[in-house]
């Protein structure tokens, strides 16, 4: 409920743990009261947290509730009106690096927690708990909106139920450090504003499931007209990523196989994909230019251009896990023996002017032209011998 007006919050997120720390129900508040049925003996405790508060709320601190003689918990939080204007607020972007010595790692599907506190001790939170989701990638980044101009704030690690921690252990049992090499504490000066910072996970060795070491693969599209100039368009391409350079099977070792390639209005466009390396180190794959479905379109009668693809067959080993290939697409033109190649347009407008050009001229081998000029030339030829031979005869008579 609102602490200032008494009314229902909605759309505050609320978790329900026991002393373990283990979720008991978890819920969305309404206009309503929620209830949660537990199996427990009277005097056992459990905590109220609140995971994230809606907009114009601050999030409230836990509360412990008691189960009652009656075999009931009755509770009720209270969420404080925040007193930041929305035009006021500040946004901090927090993102996490996965590291093992030094080097970058990927998950290829994990989860980990953050949170902001008001106190260097992180035992005070005052934001929602955020998950950094990682998918065949080492980094990812959350934003916590709402916030208080000119006030610090602390960064921590936290496990789900908002509780700050300095390392924890993954699947298999691996540990890890939250190091904060940007250092922990932050704030916005300006209203309005933002910021970002990032810290790690450091590992010390590469967990056995689910992690990797991480190569990174550029892949960059260009756009020419036939004249080899680049070409502007809003054009989507795509790149397919295989593991045999037959180009038949999309490999399973990228953060994504099909690469979309959106040209936006410009002529150039790159995108990074994530690669996971083998325990040996390393990874051969191979790239073509494909349609949304992942089949090579180079050659295609459908596909109105050339295809080039430079360093297409891509090797990754410990100590290379870097490499960019390039994919340029060439307007198709049409070739003619009178003409050289030209695009479609500029073909269209030599074949009009030829046209127009033969209906004025005589063309090599067409003999209906030479035919009516000589029956001209014999036609004025008789009349001048008529003329003539009319003439004589006239000069006789006299």
Partial sequence: MSAETGEAVVGAVLRLIDSEGNKVDEWTTGSGSHSTKVTAPTGTTYQLIEVSAPDGYEVASAMTVTVDESGTISMTMEDPVSEVEEDESVSISVSKYLTCNGDRIGATSAAFYVALYADEACTERVSGIMTLNYSYSSLSTVTFDGLEAEKMYYISE????????????????????AEYTEGSEIA???AGGSTEVSFENEFFTIPTKGYYKEAELTITKKLLDADGNPLSSGA??????????????????????????????????????????PDDGSLTLYVTETDADGNPVANADTFAY??????GAVIFTDT?????????????????????????????????????TEATSVKTGDNSAIALYLSVMLAALAVLLAGESYRRRKASER
């Fill in 158 to 177: 936290c496990d789900e139920n908002g509780v700050a921690t300095v390392s924890g252990t993954v699947e298999d049992g691996t540990l890890y450090y």
């Fill in 188 to 190: 916005v000066d300006e």
């Fill in 236 to 277: 989507v391409f795509y790149a397919g990523i295989f593991s045999d350079a037959d180009y038949t099977t999309l490999s399973d070792s990228v953060s994504q196989n099909i690469v979309e390639l959106g040209l936006n209005g410009a002529s150039e466009v790159s995108e990074i994909v994530s690669v996971a390396l």
């Fill in 306 to 311: 050339t295809v080039t693809v430079e360093n």
């Fill in 320 to 356: 290379g896990r870097e490499a960019t290939v390039v994919i340029t697409n060439r307007e198709i033109v049409e070739y003619s023996s009178e003409y050289e190649y030209m695009t479609e347009t500029e073909t269209a407008k030599a074949t009009e002017s030829e046209t127009s």
